[in-house]
């Protein structure tokens, strides 16, 4: 159930079970600091990504066997004829390796063709057989976005898209901070780090 976040929803715990789980040294009491599924964007933008990919990966594949991101590529490939994989990557905000594995898909598939460039780039291309089946998800897409459109005002539309363009615009600055993380210890190694230095009398 999509709006399984509300509390009235969530399944009880038994009194039982949650002896025996506090027994085990398991939390089972609400912790004070917590995220609200419905109040935190990020979680509201993954939970309608994760909903529109594995219906639109089960809608694709049964008309012409590729999945969600095979169909953006191809999407990709309408509007920007030739581009290289990197482009595409960048364009689709899609992981190397998730796209590398598509673009070899259509290749086998002869969905798209691919040519040489300057200093070892291959331009890609939509094949006529990849150009057939574009248009046929077409009108697919498009009618999912209007059913997901369909409690806004076009007005709201508008105004949803303006601001998910901002948001995107963001993105640079969080992978920054993404970046200093990563490049941060994680507590559990600086736990382990901790209780070696305790064990050396350092």
Known sequence: MV??????????????????????GLSTQRLPFTIDRDHYT????????????????????????????????????????????????EILGMNKSIASRS???LLQRELIGELGGARGS???????????????????????????????TPAEVEQLDALLVKMLESSGAMQEYEREVLASDPPTRRGRGARADRASGR
Do not use: Q, Y
Not at 5 to 24: G, H, Y
Not at 52 to 64: C, E, K, M
Not at 134 to 139: E, I, L, N, S
Not at 140 to 152: D, F, P, Q, S
């Open 3 to 24: 709006s399984g976040a509300n509390d009235e929803e969530r399944t009880v715990v038994s009194d039982e079970i949650a002896a025996k789980a506090r027994k085990l």
């Open 42 to 89: 990020p979680a509201l933008i993954g939970l309608l990504s994760n909903i529109l990919v594995w219906g639109s990966s089960r809608v694709f594949h049964h008309l012409h066997g590729v999945g969600s991101n095979e169909w953006r590529i191809l999407s990709a490939l309408g509007n920007w004829p030739g581009a290289t994989a990197k482009e595409l990557c």
């Open 103 to 105: 673009v070899n898909v």
């Open 122 to 152: 291959r331009h890609l291309f939509l094949t006529p057989a990849g150009v057939e089946v574009h248009d046929d998800f077409m009108p697919i897409a498009m009618r999912r976005m209007e059913i997901l459109h369909g409690g806004l």
